[in-house]
């Protein structure tokens, strides 16, 4: 019986995997390291969700070099209006802090804004 659950198991893990979309991945690993400013940002587990409405990501990362991704606690998030390119950046996050285009706060709708500017550019 044990047998048969672990079969399972490794059986159903890479169906799963398979779920994750490395367009959106990418996607929000480009507009992380646009809003750090950084082409060295590391990146540690990362969550996919292209089957959610609005579809999206969330991946742990630090901004020290050489961590390991065990050690990485911050989360970075994005949302997007569609999971197909161009994709269209409708929110992210930095740990508990959300950018959107409708932001009350001046300084988060800019930056907001100036990811999606740089996406579009980067997805032309």
Known sequence: MFKHLVLLTLTLIPA????????????????AKNFFLSDGLSIGAIQSFPELK???????YSTRQGTAPSEM??????E??????PH??????????C???NDQDADRKRRFEEMRILLQRAEK
């Open 16 to 31: 799963a995997a398979f779920a994750q979309s490395t367009d959106l991945e990418a996607t929000c690993k480009t507009v």
């Open 54 to 60: 609005p579809p999206g990501v969330r991946m742990a």
């Open 73 to 78: 606690s911050d989360t970075f998030e994005c």
């Open 80 to 85: 997007f209006d569609k999971a197909d390119k």
């Open 88 to 97: 269209n950046l409708a929110k992210f996050c930095v740990s508990s802090t």
């Open 99 to 101: 950018y959107t285009a």
